[in-house]
């Protein structure tokens, strides 16, 4: 892995959700989906490890909100879920955590209806699925599966609306929303150069970096923090935008305290006021909160599923400029 491959994955981010856009306006990867479920199931069980659990997260928020019952879940769990004909089990994997995932589906096969998302037809969890969805997402020479992620997160979405989960609003045609992604991660590719290095020099500290997002959004910062971890394999912290107040602000008491603020929650300004009273300092992302140190927009960034796509790039940017910067030390 290298700095290098890192921002290559990156830079190919528009061309590879345009791609997977036009396969999902010409095919429904979940077409088979009535002959799995005669209604609607019971229970939604999305299953993964990292950055595949922040997706199912970000998904079983969305099917909770029109009442199915859903849980994202780690594939490493000892128990959860009954296995039954009313239980579908989605399964996501980009190459690491299989002997885990297989493990779990092993409790399901034959049980339970099975979807498995993945990048390699040919990887052993793909042998567990009833339908098998390709990410689409390419060889990601990083490791970092930052395209996975976005991707495996469309077709969870995707999955979603089949379900019934379309936020009020939204067009229920996901291939629209791709393009309205891909044109945002490009534009946000483009202007990098622009607000990249004051971003990245603001969230310069000791204590790492925290990454505050709402909790509909909370696998951005998930997926964020994961990139920063993995990569230049520096500190990084994860916090609920309404949490935060009663949990890291008492970090921000005693250390110097960094965050990207991924906006949109109603306690934005709380935490900034707050941390500002603390002497900390933040990043905001995708709206302008009074205070912050320096601000990223980017194309539709009042558009929830845009938003959702969208803003993990800029933890993943902040990954590759800090990973260049560890001279001597690529991996």
């Given amino acids: 892995m290298t700095a290098q491959r890192l921002a290559a994955d990156l830079a190919g981010k528009p061309a590879a959700l345009t791609e997977l856009a036009n396969h999902l306006a010409r095919r429904d990867p979940f077409a088979a989906l009535p002959s799995l479920v005669d209604d609607e199931p019971a229970t939604v069980l999305l299953l993964g490890l990292g950055a595949a659990r922040y997706a199912c997260e970000a998904a079983a928020v969305r099917l909770r909100r029109v009442g199915l019952g859903a849980t994202a879940e780690f594939s490493s769990a000892a128990d959860t879920v009954p296995a039954g004909p009313d239980t579908l089990v989605v399964a996501v994997s980009f190459g690491t955590g299989q002997l885990e995932l297989c493990t779990a589906l092993d409790r399901y096969v034959e049980r339970s209806p099975i979807i498995v998302l993945t990048n390699d037809p040919e990887a052993p969890v793909a042998r567990y699925a009833d339908v098998l969805v390709p990410l689409l997402a390419g060889e990601e020479a990083s490791g970092l599966a930052c395209r996975g992620y976005q991707h495996a997160l469309a077709l969870l979405l995707l999955l979603a609306y089949r379900l019934g989960a379309v936020p009020p609003g939204a067009t229920s045609d ?25 971003a990245a ?10 990454f505050v997002a709402p909790a509909e959004r909370l696998a951005s910062a998930g997926q964020a923090a994961q990139a920063v971890r993995t990569g230049p394999v520096r500190t990084a912290h994860v916090a609920e935008t309404g949490e935060w107040s009663h949990s890291d602000r008492y970090l921000a008491a005693v250390e110097d305290y960094r965050a990207v603020l991924f906006t949109g929650s109603h306690y934005d300004e709380r935490v900034a006021e707050q941390l500002l009273q603390l002497r900390g300092s933040f990043v905001a992302v995708g709206g302008d909160i009074a205070g912050a140190t320096a601000t990223v927009r980017y ?33």
């Fill in 299 to 331: 194309l539709g960034d009042g558009d929830a599923d845009v938003s959702l796509l969208t803003e993990p790039l800029v933890g993943e940017l902040l990954a590759a400029h800090w990973w260049s910067r560890r001279r001597g030390r690529a991996r």
């Fill in 201 to 210: 020099e603001a969230l310069e500290g000791p204590g790492g970096v925290h």
């Fill in 174 to 198: 996901v291939s629209v929303t791709l393009r309205r992604v891909a044109n945002a991660s490009a534009e946000l590719l483009e202007r990098a150069r622009e607000w990249l290095p004051a």
